[in-house]
C-alpha cells in the first residue's frame, strides 16, 4: 500500500475553480458598489446645485444680471437658464465642483456643457429646476 501525501490534480483543479468564482462574485459586488456610492455622490452634488438655483432665484438676484436671469417674474414667463459659473460668483457653489462618476471638474458654463446650466421654470404652480433631472420646491 502506497503512503499518498498531498492533492490530486482533480482536487487542486477544483479549489482553484471555486476560489476563481469566489472571486468573480465579490468582484462584482465590490464594483456595483463603488458605482452606487458614485451615484448617490453626484445625486448629492445635483441636490446641491439645485438648492443653490433655488436660493439665487428666492433671492432675485437674477434680476441684475443682463439679460436678467432668475427674476421669479420673468420664470414666471418663460424658463431661464443659469450658469454654474453665476452660482459660483454669488458664493452659493464651491468652484471645486467635480463629477464623482468621471472624476472630472463639472462644466461651469453652458458653453462648456450640457451640465454647466441650470434649467428654472415655473410649472403647474411650482418652481422647477432642471439639472440633469427634475428638483422641484
Same mark, same amino acid.
Given at each position: 500500500?502506497?503512503?499518498?501525501?498531498?492533492?490530486?490534480?482533480? $482536487?487542486?483543479?477544483?479549489?482553484?475553480? &471555486?476560489?476563481?468564482? &469566489?472571486?468573480? @462574485?465579490?468582484?462584482?459586488?465590490?464594483?456595483?458598489?463603488?458605482?452606487?456610492?458614485? $451615484?448617490?455622490? !453626484? /445625486?448629492?452634488?445635483? $441636490?446641491?446645485?439645485? +438648492?443653490?438655483?433655488? @436660493?439665487?432665484?428666492?433671492?432675485?438676484?437674477?434680476?441684475?444680471? *443682463?439679460?436678467?436671469?432668475?427674476?421669479?417674474?420673468?420664470?414666471? *414667463?418663460?424658463?431661464? /437658464?443659469? +450658469?454654474?459659473? @453665476?452660482?459660483?460668483?454669488?458664493?452659493?457653489?464651491?468652484?471645486?465642483? @467635480? /463629477?464623482?462618476? *468621471?472624476? *472630472?471638474?463639472?462644466?461651469?458654463?453652458?458653453?462648456?456643457?450640457?451640465?454647466?446650466?441650470?434649467?428654472?421654470?415655473?410649472?403647474?404652480?411650482?418652481?422647477? !429646476? /432642471? !439639472?440633469?433631472?427634475?428638483?422641484?420646491?
Amino acid at each position: 500500500m502506497k503512503n499518498k501525501k498531498g492533492f490530486t490534480l482533480i $482536487e487542486i483543479i477544483v479549489a482553484v475553480g &471555486l476560489l476563481a468564482l &469566489l472571486g468573480l @462574485v465579490v468582484g462584482t459586488n465590490l464594483v456595483s458598489m463603488f458605482n452606487r456610492q458614485k $451615484e448617490v455622490a !453626484y /445625486d448629492q452634488i445635483r $441636490e446641491e446645485i439645485c +438648492d443653490a438655483a433655488r @436660493v439665487f432665484v428666492g433671492l432675485d438676484k437674477g434680476a441684475k444680471l *443682463t439679460p436678467p436671469v432668475g427674476s421669479k417674474a420673468l420664470i414666471r *414667463t418663460a424658463p431661464q /437658464d443659469i +450658469d454654474l459659473q @453665476v452660482l459660483i460668483e454669488e458664493g452659493l457653489l464651491s468652484p471645486n465642483l @467635480v /463629477d464623482p462618476r *468621471t472624476e *472630472t471638474p463639472l462644466p461651469k458654463t453652458a458653453a462648456e456643457g450640457n451640465l454647466g446650466r441650470i434649467r428654472a421654470s415655473f410649472v403647474s404652480g411650482e418652481f422647477v !429646476y /432642471d !439639472y440633469d433631472g427634475s428638483c422641484r420646491f
